[in-house]
Nanobody
């Protein structure tokens, strides 16, 4: 069974930075694409960033492009999201997930989420 545990969320002022981490259990990590998604109160869940299993291909939502960077360390079964120049509209619960990435990304397993709050 796959387990994903996020950490690194918190409260930050607008313009600040945070780094989220996702620790994964099981050998599935190295053979799966990974992604970060987020959900703000009253809004639909949004796919924020995706990274291929080898880490050579990434994709970002337009809303975070140029500010967020997704990365992974397959040796440590860990994925990261570096978030810079944070805005109040980035406030959401951020979820780590694994999946497959073909023409589009499809998630299969999810973590419990970590809260990110950006104050203005």
């Amino acid at each position: 069974q796959v387990q994903l545990v996020e950490s690194g969320g918190g409260l930050v002022q607008a313009g600040g930075s945070l780094r989220l981490s996702c620790a994964a259990s099981g050998s599935i990590f190295s053979i799966s694409a990974m992604a970060w998604s987020r959900q703000a109160p009253g809004k639909q869940r949004e796919l924020v960033a995706v990274i291929s299993r080898g880490g050579t291909r990434t994709s970002y939502a337009d809303s975070v492009k140029g500010r967020f960077t997704i990365s992974r360390d397959n040796a440590e079964n860990t994925m990261y999201l570096q978030m810079n120049s944070l805005k109040p509209e980035d406030t959401a619960v951020y979820y780590c997930n694994t999946g497959t990435w073909g023409p589009r990304y499809e998630s299969h397993y999810w973590g419990q989420g970590t809260q990110v709050t950006v104050s203005s």
